[in-house]
């Protein structure tokens, strides 16, 4: 069996999405996503300059050495546009296996550890009050699960995750079009003032079941972290993400020994040499990482692992710049890891984008329950993505008041 040929598609309905195609000389194909958030020609073009001549004629069973074939021959290592080309070529290659197969991919990891895995949406809000509205919708709904965050009074602009729109609570996403970013302003005092009491208003409304989740998206100082963390801990949150870069990973030492409050780290990291301390030294209890910008199936499954040994739980990042082919592969690692403990999950399943991906997996009651179909149960409808094309955008950047770029 041999691999023939292979093409990438960027665009999507709303997204750029880079979508591998392989194709094989048995009439099976295979999926991947490479969508790097708004960089996402990058990748593409490593892909079809420098990746997809080196797949033709080889077996595309050898995903293991195709893999490593990438990795150790790109001399300079990692690094988010190379383990996104390098992840979709191995999520269209386990996908390839899968359908040979003719097993859903979760069969091939040693099956299924639970029958549905539980997700969290993102509830937001331009004041508190706005944010508990978008609380309720969600519990609403059936999730059990909700990541919080709102306008802090004061702010000169609104925070991370935020809409600037009162009442704009379902599903918002932040605007990332232009090439051009917009530019936000960050106070930490502010948002230590007041995010702790916001914190805890919400639990006291909705009672000790819900799971709050909250993030400060890389805001903190190493001392403002732990201190935050230790004022936060009667609130119960099942984890704060990202309270301090993780850049400096001493840092989440100082954090870990001034509170008991659980730690979300790693939708940055792209290779588990970036994050093999924090799990070992036990410093984080939930990793972030997604398969597309991790290096693929392959190697997110020795993350995996590495976690497992260190009671280190998976908490897939679920931005909606990852594909439903990412968010699938995800799916199937959710079913089998045994230590799988939430998936972040904000909503894709709009009719054009089921068009482009139609897939039978679904999300009910707070809950990704993946279909049996063979490989990655996802196709990709070509003739659906010639009326898309490539959008460029931008993240927002971050500055103090006083000018100071800051951490987005």
């Given at each position: 069996?041999?691999?023939?040929?292979?093409?990438?598609?960027?665009?999507?309905?709303?997204?750029?999405?880079?979508?591998?195609?392989?194709?094989?000389?048995?009439?099976?194909?295979?999926?991947?996503?490479?969508?790097?958030?708004?960089?996402?020609?990058?990748?593409?073009?490593?892909?079809?300059?420098?990746?997809?001549?080196?797949?033709?004629?080889?077996d595309p069973r050898n995903s293991e050495d195709i893999w490593q074939f990438f990795y150790r021959g790109a001399y300079f290592r990692r690094g988010p546009i190379a383990m996104a080309a390098f992840g979709a070529i191995d999520m269209a290659l386990w996908d390839i296996k899968a359908k040979l197969a003719d097993m859903p991919l979760f069969q091939l990891f040693g099956g299924k550890s639970r029958e549905g895995?539980?997700?969290?949406?993102?509830?937001?809000?331009?004041?508190?009050?706005?944010?508990?509205?978008?609380?309720?919708?969600?519990?609403?709904?059936?999730?059990?699960?909700?990541?919080?965050?709102?306008?802090?009074?004061?702010?000169?602009?609104?925070?991370?995750?935020?809409?600037?729109?009162?009442?704009?609570?379902?599903?918002?996403?932040?605007?990332?079009?232009?090439?051009?970013?917009?530019?936000?302003?960050?106070?930490?005092?502010?948002?230590?003032?007041?995010?702790?009491?916001?914190?805890?208003?919400?639990?006291?409304?909705?009672?000790?079941?819900?799971?709050?989740?909250?993030?400060?998206?890389?805001?903190?100082?190493?001392?403002?972290?732990?201190?935050?963390?230790?004022?936060?801990?009667?609130?119960?949150?099942?984890?704060?993400?990202?309270?301090?870069?993780?850049?400096?990973?001493?840092?989440?030492?100082?954090?870990?020994?001034?509170?008991?409050?659980?730690?979300?780290?790693?939708?940055?990291?792209?290779?588990?040499?970036?994050?093999?301390?924090?799990?070992?030294?036990?410093?984080?209890?939930?990793?972030?990482?997604?398969?597309?910008?991790?290096?693929?199936?392959?190697?997110?499954?020795?993350?995996?692992?590495?976690?497992?040994?260190?009671?280190?739980?998976?908490?897939?990042?679920?931005?909606?710049?990852?594909s439903p082919l990412c968010m699938a592969a995800q799916a199937h690692l959710n079913a089998w890891a045994p230590n799988f403990g939430i998936q972040e999950y904000l909503v894709l399943g709009t009719p054009e984008c089921d068009a482009l991906f139609p897939s039978d997996h679904?999300?009910?009651?707070?809950?990704?329950?993946?279909?049996?179909?063979?490989?990655?149960?996802?196709?990709?409808?070509?003739?659906?993505?010639?009326?898309?094309?490539?959008?460029?955008?931008?993240?927002?950047?971050?500055?103090?008041?006083?000018?100071?770029?800051?951490?987005?």
């Open positions: 069996m041999k691999i023939t040929g292979a093409k990438v598609f960027v665009g999507g309905p709303g997204k750029n999405y880079v979508t591998l195609k392989i194709m094989t000389d048995q009439g099976v194909y295979g999926l991947g996503d490479a969508t790097l958030n708004n960089r996402e020609t990058l990748p593409a073009a490593y892909l079809q300059d420098y990746l997809i001549p080196n797949l033709i004629g080889r895995a539980m997700v969290y949406a993102h509830a937001t809000g331009s004041d508190l009050e706005d944010l508990m509205d978008s609380i309720s919708y969600y519990q609403e709904q059936g999730y059990k699960a909700v990541r919080v965050q709102c306008g802090i009074p004061g702010m000169p602009t609104a925070c991370y995750g935020v809409s600037e729109t009162k009442g704009d609570v379902k599903n918002y996403i932040t605007d990332f079009r232009g090439i051009i970013p917009k530019e936000e302003v960050w106070d930490s005092a502010l948002y230590m003032r007041y995010m702790p009491q916001a914190l805890a208003r919400i639990r006291e409304r909705f009672g000790p079941d819900l799971h709050i989740l909250h993030d400060v998206h890389h805001r903190l100082l190493p001392r403002e972290a732990a201190e935050f963390a230790k004022e936060v801990e009667p609130v119960r949150l099942f984890w704060l993400e990202d309270p301090t870069p993780a850049d400096d990973q001493d840092a989440l030492k100082f954090l870990r020994q001034h509170s008991t409050v659980p730690i979300a780290i790693g939708e940055v990291f792209n290779s588990i040499w970036d994050c093999h301390e924090l799990i070992q030294n036990e410093l984080i209890d939930y990793i972030r990482v997604c398969v597309s910008l991790a290096g693929g199936i392959t190697h997110v499954k020795r993350i995996v692992d590495l976690a497992a040994m260190h009671h280190v739980r998976t908490g897939f990042h679920g931005a909606p710049s990852h679904r999300m009910e009651g707070g809950m990704v329950y993946v279909s049996d179909a063979p490989g990655l149960g996802v196709d990709f409808d070509e003739s659906e993505a010639e009326r898309y094309s490539y959008k460029p955008g931008s993240h927002p950047v971050v500055r103090l008041e006083d000018g100071t770029l800051w951490n987005y």
